[in-house]
């Protein structure tokens, strides 16, 4: 028989037009033979399922659904979480699918936690010799002066959410008159803020996940942009140039495999996590992790996979077996 896959994806943020596209991707990507694949949309006022053209509630209590002019309830086995952001980056959906025991594709619940805050995974990982750039963290009841943050990072510098993705509210800030402005716009997205140190270098990005005791890294991609930065623009409209495998050296391509595959062991990761780097001379260095990547037919994941000659939907179903193996 065969199972109900739930394709989760929504959220509470501005990056649900970002979840829609990558719930597409993975819907064209899943084996329809061998699953009953559903996409089920969770925002703040509703959960529900597409079933056939209907939108249905889903039963919250068991993450089930009740078909029409029916008393038969169908069940989900598991849930493809592809929501970026809160609920479904942060943890929080990893718990509730934790305690009806429901198994799905992302990290878990403490993984998920700490990866989604930009700051302290970036500060925990350094303290295991990842080097990372220096960084600033706001909350609204922080003090703060503009001054004192330009003279400890200098310009240019970063300013975005601290639990957010996708380049929203993301700003390349150049000089101190520009620099409220920019953590005004960072703090109507989430509540904290992350400043960083800009780093000129050569930005890539790893993919990679592991099951039982198999270990997949794919090849870097090289990311090439004349916007100013890899903004929202660059990662979904087309402004970008995306080198798969990166033009890179062996050794350095080597070293950001282990890094990325440390990283993952790190955090304790589980599915297909996204390391990103930026090289500057000659140092790779890490500017998050990514434990829901994009998955459009035009994100990285997607081509990585093909550059390592892999067939992406029998890796999905991988990742999907795999949590029925181990549970």
């Known amino acids: 028989m065969k199972r109900n896959i739930a394709i989760v994806w929504g959220g ?22 061998k ?13 529900s399922v597409d079933f056939e053209g209907a939108i249905l509630p889903v039963n919250k209590n068991d993450f089930s659904f009740t078909l029409p002019n029916s008393e038969s309830s169908i069940p989900f086995d598991f849930a493809f979480i592809i929501i970026h952001g809160t609920p479904g980056e942060d943890g929080r959906l990893q718990g509730y699918f934790d305690m009806l025991s429901t198994p799905y594709s ?10 989604m805050n930009k700051f302290i995974c970036n500060n925990y990982l350094k303290n295991f010799g990842i080097k990372v ?14 001054k004192s943050i330009a ?17 929203f509210a993301t700003t390349k800030v150049k000089s101190e008159d520009k620099l409220q402005e920019a953590i005004n716009i960072a703090f109507n997205e989430t509540k904290d803020v992350i400043i960083e140190k800009f780093i000129a270098g050569t930005e890539v990005t790893c993919g990679c996940y592991k099951i039982k005791d198999k270990a997949t890294i794919f090849p870097l991609t090289e990311v090439v942009t004349a916007n100013e930065f890899f903004d929202y ?3 979904y409209e087309g402004q970008v140039e995306e080198i798969t495998p990166a033009r890179i050296s062996d050794e350095m391509t080597k070293e950001i495999k282990s890094l990325t595959s440390k990283i993952y062991d790190l955090v304790g990761a589980k599915g297909i996590i996204r390391a990103d780097f930026i090289i500057s001379d000659n140092t790779p260095y890490l500017l998050e992790v990514n434990t829901t990547p994009g ?33």
């Open 35 to 47: 699953y009953n694949v559903y996409k089920v949309k969770i925002t703040k006022e509703s959960w």
């Open 133 to 146: 750039a220096d960084s600033l963290y706001l909350n609204k009841e922080t003090e703060y002066e503009t």
């Open 151 to 167: 003279e400890k990072l200098g310009f240019p510098m970063f300013v975005k959410p601290n639990s957010g993705g996708s380049s």
């Open 106 to 115: 992302t990290c878990g619940m403490m993984a998920s936690s700490l990866t």
């Open 233 to 235: 623009d660059a990662k």
């Open 295 to 327: 998955m459009t037919k035009t994100s990285f994941i997607p081509q990585q996979i093909a550059a390592a000659g892999l067939n992406i939907t029998e890796v999905l179903t991988e990742i999907i077996e795999n949590e029925f193996d181990v549970n």
């Open 12 to 33: 509470y943020s501005s990056e649900i037009i970002v979840s829609e596209k990558s719930m597409a991707g993975v819907y064209s990507f899943l084996d329809k033979d």
